[in-house]
């Protein structure tokens, strides 16, 4: 079984359109992200949830609006998208065991838009 | 905040060379440090984890090392195969919610 899936693996779609992202961990984790991968390789996170609830929120357009249904499901919502939005969006999940955080990682969403 | 920092961005090597990656970062204050793989394409695959507290952690030709007062770790690949090419990134957990990756280092290593 997949620990970190993520739906679709591949997103190509038009300018302005609204498209979602779904992510599901099966590792028991209580703490769930979404990154986003540019083009250079960089990973820059976006937000972070504990427990079903935003912990973490970098500098992103309000356009991106996360939503957890629950501590396995972690879905990214873009509205209106843009051409800058095209990037690899990675979700991933985590679980503090002592002195230790582990990050476990999906395959990624490669989003085109054109 | 915290910035994390690898070199060489790119590295190529001949089949069976050891070689070092190196990793980094400006604030000693982390929970742990995280090496993963990326295949061109792919996902994030985790290779090794050293706690703050730990000096090194090993798994076959793998081996890390962390000098947490010095900002720094290493991966050390011993006798590489082409099967090892890929970008490598270290990433830092801080606060155990976060965590805050490396610009990644392209390794090809060529037959």
């Known amino acids: 079984d997949t620990a970190v899936s993520q739906t679709p693996k591949y997103l190509v779609t038009q300018m302005g359109n609204d498209k979602s992202i779904k992510c599901e961990q099966n590792l028991g984790h209580d703490t769930m992200y979404w990154y986003k991968q540019d083009s250079k390789k960089f990973l820059k996170i976006m937000f972070s949830?504990?427990?079903?609830?935003?912990?973490i929120n970098e500098t992103v357009p309000n356009r991106f609006s996360p939503k957890s249904p629950d501590k396995a499901h972690l879905n990214l919502h873009i509205n209106s998208l843009e051409l800058g939005d095209s990037a690899v969006y990675f979700c991933?999940?985590?679980?503090?065991?002592?002195?230790?955080?582990?990050?476990?990682f999906g395959q990624g969403t490669r989003l085109t838009v054109v | 905040k915290q910035e994390v920092t690898q070199i060489p961005a790119a590295l190529s090597v001949p089949e069976g060379e050891n070689l070092v990656l190196n990793c980094s970062f400006t604030?000693?204050?982390?929970?742990?440090l995280q090496w993963f793989r990326q295949d061109p394409g792919k996902g994030l695959t985790s290779l090794l984890l050293?706690?703050?507290?730990?000096r090194e952690q090993t798994s076959g030709r793998l081996n890390a090392s962390l000098d947490k007062s010095s900002g720094r770790s290493t991966l050390y690949i011993a006798a590489s195969q082409p099967g090892d090419s890929a970008t490598y990134l270290c990433a830092v957990s801080q606060t155990g919610n976060q965590f805050y990756f490396g610009t990644g280092t392209s390794l090809t290593v060529i037959p």
């Open positions: 991933a999940s985590s679980q503090r065991k002592g002195e230790y955080t582990e990050a476990f």
């Open positions: 050293i706690q703050s507290s730990q």
């Open positions: 949830y504990n427990n079903k609830e935003l912990i």
């Open positions: 604030d000693s204050a982390i929970y742990n």
